[in-house]
């Protein structure tokens, strides 16, 4: 994170960067979320990296995390903040903004300025909290198809990101298959396994715990701190893997000696704690609720990802990583076995990482050796000779 | 659970069995902790199976896990509780009655009769609470070479447990070769990975991040129900696999269709809200705090096990679970691989059930077999032609 300085003297630097917003669905619009209500004004904060081109063919959408935010790459001037997958998007990088014009957007629900939970309700003046309408990764996709028609795009040459991200690639692919070139989902599932929905019903049940939570109704009084912190501990856990955590902490002690009581003896505790205080600075806890529950609802499992006999001129490549154990590598080959039994052209690799669930956030080279690759083929009309011409 | 009636009438039934209570380190006595503080007088609450012999060389000490307790066996009359390692110990079963003297006492620093935080401290007339001094897996094991003492036990014929229990049987290894003739550890760890300290510390944390927890003062006013519901949710995670989660619950529902909210809308997120309001009946909080900590402190790896050259006469079977990622086999397989250049007589077995951790308490049949033919082996002087004689 301290490369920025280096950066900017630097080639490879996406350059200063802003956020912008694009609202939509005020007075007289309708925005109809999955649960059949109705949801409006929205904004969405995006920012964009390189160069949309003349026919707006060169257009990537990143789409991201849990926690993750439009500010995928580059900085904010005067800001040391770069962005989360900086490493891979940029001039000559995975996603190269010397070719590419790169869109990111915070998803519907989330709290880095887009519409959620934090959200002034027009209605009452106040933030929503629980009166945020229940929002699912459907809802999240089709608010981005709106940004991509204000943009007027009509194919994004792909739909990329990792975990939660990964979902919304799916979703793309199943929602709006005529609307994308290709996918690449990282690190992610057709749905959440009965493990993954127990770890995210903990760490909602650790929020709600905390009085200082109030129904949702803190806003006034600042975040319910404790279950929030404790909450993303147990996200940090299952981001990391047994061995990465082995190598990055062992049995080091914080201190020379144990304390024989119940500080933080072992580095793992410090880190656990200083990771679970530092969320509660940048996340809305409310948020954190509604989109726990969204990726838990996703499932696209079976025909719902493509109905059988339709027929789809997508390319996907997807991408798992053999620590991971919270998405672990046979739900991203289930991914691949689903598309391949619908005809669609699909890649996959599985990587060598230690890092865990957190390799798709960390392993940029290996990732980049492969996307650099898979799209320069879809954007320079590798499918010409196939049957995309029909689209 | 429900077949205690049936075993009533069945020569396998452990009968009607009472919880017994064994004081020491009383006035004038000392017993001296790890930490070098003493404390006293100490209660162990136990219970017994089967018969000793004459010559007292038929007794097995069994150890339990985190949450266990003294009653491993058989039912306390007018009540259906019955113990939590009741398939195993019994007439004709892997801990022989019909053979052995079986005895399981509850932990130093427990909550089940034995003392521990939530005891009366005798300078107060209050509950310990936080003035419990800190205690060890070394401590647990002292404390049951009293009991053992207490019985004239020169020697034990077999220390057994998984988890903990595994723990505790290395540590009288470790300490008390001379007073063993073999060990079973089963599903444990010579010491924690940063990934295992990870999560009892997101349990501690989330335990006194409940401002019902009062700094470990709550014996006036309950539980810190909230916050060690959400623990113990956090360990069940743990305890179960993917695998055994997605035969249990896969995706089903509680209700026909999703609640839009933030209600239990998936079985495995009901059955972890029971299990955690359920744990908060019957294990108190404080307790939890000290012996995960105890765990974590928990390290016989290297020359602490067995300092190398000395000559160590016991037999030893270690026992893993394929699908244990808690207490994964390789955690097991480190274990095997110090004794044996330690010259131990060891064996080992990783079995292969789906029920991750849990296994140890679930898989009876298979342990079984191993078990039973270990210790007769033990038992009818296996040894005899060995150097065993010469202890």
Redesign the interface.
Known sequence: MNIIKNEKNNSSFTGFVETKYFTFAGTGGEFKLE?GKTLGPITLAYETYGSLSKDKSNAILILHALSGDAHAAGVHENLNDTGWWDEMIGPDKAFDTNKYFIICSNVLGGCKGSTGPSSINPKTGKPYALEFP?ITVADMVNAQRRLIDHFGIEKLLCVAGGSMGGMQALQWLSAYPERIKSAIPIATAL?????Q???N??I???I????AWRDGNYYEHGQPE??L??AR??G??TF?S?QS??E????RLKNDK?S???D??????GY??YR?ANFVKRFDANSY?YIT?AI??F?LSGDKLIPNGKDIHVRVMVISFKTD?LY?SYQSQEIVRLLKRRRVDTTYCELTSTYGHDAFLIEAPEQTALIKHFLDKTFNGYLVAGHDKSN
Do not use: T
Not at 264 to 269: K, L, W
């Open positions: 649960n229940f749905k959440h396994s009965p493990q929905i127990a770890f019903e903990v909602r049940q650790s709600m715990a905390d009085p404790k279950g912190s404790v501990m147990i940090h856990i990391m047994d955590m082995e990055k902490f062992s049995r144990f024989f009581g119940f933080a003896d072992f580095e793992v505790e656990l704690r679970g609720l529950k838990d609802y499932d154990w672990p």
